[in-house]
């Protein structure tokens, strides 16, 4: 089963996205920033997919998209940012901009969609 990794700052919403996306068959693991996430994706099981917080301390979505894009080992992975702003990351390696609040049906297409 494909697995996601959840990187946001507010882990209310980590939960709540966790919950969702586990219920609906997906494998998740979840990060609390962007330096939280380069740990994370260096495990054995590598997502095939992240959902990433635009906006969080110490290094943020941008930050981490900036980083992830110099690791040629994971251009297999699929981002998808989420942000209130949807024009945020644009012209980065994100697949799509899930606009916060989001709509729970929209997250569970995206992360079909996107999560091979």
Not at 82 to 87: E, I, N
Request: charged letters at 30%.
């Amino acid at each position: 089963m494909p697995c996601i990794l959840v990187v946001d700052d507010d882990e209310d919403t980590r939960e709540a996205i966790s919950r969702i996306l586990i219920e609906e068959g997906f494998v998740v693991r979840t990060a609390g920033d962007g330096a939280d996430a380069v740990r994370s994706i260096r495990t054995p099981e590598t997502p095939s997919l992240i959902l990433l917080d635009g906006r969080m301390p110490s290094m943020d979505g941008l930050r981490f998209l900036e980083w992830l894009e110099k690791q040629h080992e994971f251009d297999g992975i699929n981002v998808i940012v989420m942000s209130a702003d949807s024009t945020f990351g644009a012209g980065v390696r994100a697949r799509a901009v899930l606009k916060k609040p989001f709509n729970i049906d929209q997250l569970i297409q995206l992360a079909r969609k996107y999560c091979i």
